[in-house]
């Protein structure tokens, strides 16, 4: 995927039921599939790779929008994006492999 600065994509992630009926609670990894955080974050920026009804402890992958900032260096496969909303661990940017982004 190439991208450009400060523009869209859908990053991957697991989504999980928010405290809220307009939000999901959405944990994303770091470019070591570590746990990076979690985040809650409005339905509408999340698509989930499988329609299901989250009970409390349900997850299920899904995809969050989040905003590509820059490419780190050519050939290294990173990119920075700044997600929808502060993780409660460790804040808004984060670097992931490129092939973690589609257009959609």
Known sequence: ????????AWM?????????STEYLVVVNDRNDNEYGEMFVDKFLVK??????LGMDDSVPGRV????TWQKSEGSGLI???LPASTI???????????WLTNS
């Open 48 to 53: 989930l790779d499988q329609e299901k009804d």
């Open 89 to 99: 661990q460790n804040g808004r940017y984060l670097e992931v492999p490129e092939n």
């Open 80 to 82: 920075s994006v700044m």
């Open 12 to 20: 991957k992630c697991k989504v999980l039921k928010g405290m809220f």
């Open 1 to 8: 995927m190439q991208t450009l600065p400060t523009e869209t």
């Open 65 to 68: 929008r989040v905003r590509t």
